[in-house]
């Protein structure tokens, strides 16, 4: 780790949807007047990178871009207007790069849903290099003793899975169902509801993740692969339902069974975004059951301090695996195929 900051670094960069990924040497970034430039050491994968990089969505990235948003590392400059870090600082860079501050939203401190938003990995050169640069305000405080490589998830997927459960507003005893619960966001969600006093039923596919799913603390698991009909099954386990459920899975189907399974007076929190997707439920059950759907998009800064609050505790880790950066096309290999059990962290310097 050096403070000094080089002109060239290695980054991995794509120049357009399902394009090579490549490994090469690039300029430093240059921080805004409102930015720092963090020596990212560490960065984790999140599904939502791998999205970005097949063009999933209606939003588009920019393009090439430097995707990755679970960024932690070291400030070795900044801006001419940021007071709020300093040189030798350790920071943390998540998926909401910047907002207006000014709008409706901003100022209910909802700012993910801001319309001016500007994305890590998405719209701004991500964590997927050695230096990036990030806005001052949404960056992430992190403590010097802090481990870079076990915080790196924390910052999108434990803050989104966090943010998941306080929209589901549930009270300690009631059942929580996680469904893609042994992936990135899933795993952690899993820890965050035990850590909330929840009964946490996880559901996903395979023995490790089984495994792992009950090692985090999970009172029950279903096998997606397996079970002939989740839905009884959910509502036996649960004796009627979960009174909400967390859907990280990347599985439209997941998504609609989950309005069935859930709970009279349940919540349904929508968090994973497979692409093209739609949600279709029949309207009957839902307004005699009384549901409630509701989207959950990361979390703004206070979400964030609770949520890394948690890991600092003990409370919460992501189950991960490093490898260097250049490995990231290989990573996303195993993510397309569901076989990533908790989450991929990137070593920057290799
Ligand atoms: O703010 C947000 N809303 C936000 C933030 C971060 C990520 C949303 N996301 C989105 C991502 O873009 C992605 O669509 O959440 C989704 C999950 O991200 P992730 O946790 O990073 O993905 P993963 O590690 O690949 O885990 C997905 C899990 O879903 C399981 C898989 O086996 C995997 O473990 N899964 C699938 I795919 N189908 C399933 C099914 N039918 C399933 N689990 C249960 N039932
Ligand atoms: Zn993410
Ligand atoms: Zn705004």
Redesign the pocket.
């Known amino acids: 780790m050096s403070l000094t900051v080089p002109k060239t670094q290695y980054a991995c960069v794509f120049d357009k949807p399902f394009g090579p990924i490549v490994y090469k040497k690039t300029a430093v970034p240059t921080p805004k007047p409102t930015e720092i430039l963090v020596h990212v050491l560490y960065s984790g994968?999140?599904?939502?990178d791998?999205?970005a990089w097949r063009g999933d969505w209606e939003l588009k990235t920019k393009l090439p871009l430097v995707g990755g948003h679970e960024g932690a590392g070291v400030v070795v400059a900044k801006g001419s207007q940021v007071t709020s870090f300093e040189i030798g600082d350790y920071a943390g860079i998540k998926?909401l790069n910047g907002s207006c501050m000014s709008c409706e939203y901003c100022m209910q401190g909802a700012e993910?849903t801001c319309p001016d938003g500007d994305y890590s990995g998405y719209t701004h050169d991500g964590t997927f290099q050695e230096y990036a640069t990030a806005d001052a305000v949404q960056a992430a405080h992190l403590p010097k003793d802090v481990k870079l490589d076990a915080v790196a998830p924390i910052l999108?997927?434990g803050v989104?899975s966090y943010?998941?459960l306080k929209t589901a507003d549930l009270r300690a005893g009631q059942w929580v169902a996680v469904?893609?619960?042994?992936?990135?966001?899933?795993s952690l969600a899993v820890q965050y509801g035990v850590a909330m006093g929840l009964r946490v039923l996880a559901?996903?596919?395979?023995d490790d993740?089984a495994a792992l799913c009950k090692s985090l603390g999970a009172e029950a698991f279903v096998d997606?692969t397996k079970t002939k009909d989740l839905v009884k099954e959910v509502q036996r386990i649960t004796n009627g339902g979960p009174h909400g459920v967390i859907n990280?899975?990347?599985?439209e189907?997941?998504i609609n069974?989950s309005t069935l399974y859930v709970r009279p007076l349940g919540k349904v929190v929508?968090?994973?975004?497979?692409a093209d997707s739609k949600l279709t439920c029949d309207v009957l059950t839902q307004v005699f059951k009384c549901s409630q759907i509701r989207?959950?998009?990361?979390g703004n800064r206070e979400d964030t301090a609770e949520a890394l609050d948690f890991f600092y505790r003990g409370l919460v880790h992501s189950p991960f695996e490093v490898v260097g950066l250049s490995k990231l096309p290989e990573v996303f290999k195993l993510?397309a195929e569901?076989k990533?059990?908790?989450?991929y962290v990137l070593d920057t310097s290799k």
């Open positions: 994968v999140c599904h939502t791998l999205h998926w993910p999108c997927a989104t943010k998941a469904s893609g619960a042994g992936g990135g966001l899933g559901i996903d596919g395979g993740k997606f990280v899975s990347v599985s189907k997941a069974q929508l968090v994973g975004m497979p989207g959950s998009c990361v993510m569901n990533i059990v908790g989450r």
